[in-house]
Nanobody, 124 residues
Framework: QVQLVESGGGLVQAGGSLRLSCAAS????????MGWFRQAPGKEREFVAG????????RIADSVKDRFTISRDNAKNTVYLQMNSLKPDDTAVYYC?????????????????WGQGTQVTVSS
């Protein structure tokens, strides 16, 4: 059973940056494909970024491409989401998720483990 804990959310002005962290326990991030998702009020949960089990492949949603990057630190058993040039539309609860397979999949329902989420609010 993998437990995931997100941190790093908060309130930031448009154009600012945040780095979200997802610390894993009960399992290792390098044994899973890891993903970041977000959910805004009244909207469905959507894929933001993912990294494959090997760490060799990352996928970034078109809506955040060139602004967000995903990375992993195996020694710290943590996955990061670096968010730059934030926009008000990026406001959402951000979730970390893990699936014990090789590849990143964009569908939330395919992920086995989820964190509790961290709120990101971008003011205009």
């Amino acid at each position: 059973q993998v437990q995931l804990v997100e941190s790093g959310g908060g309130l930031v002005q448009a154009g600012g940056s945040l780095r979200l962290s997802c610390a894993a326990s009960g399992g290792t991030v390098s044994d899973n494909a890891m993903g970041w998702f977000r959910q805004a009020p009244g909207k469905e949960r959507e894929f933001v970024a993912g990294i494959s089990r090997s760490g060799s492949t990352t996928r970034i949603a078109d809506s955040v491409k060139d602004r967000f990057t995903i990375s992993r630190d195996n020694a710290k058993n943590t996955v990061y989401l670096q968010m730059n040039s934030l926009k008000p539309d990026d406001t959402a609860v951000y979730y970390c998720a893990a699936r014990p397979t090789i590849s990143v999949i964009l569908t939330p329902a395919t992920y086995t483990y989820w964190g509790q989420g961290t709120q990101v609010t971008v003011s205009s």
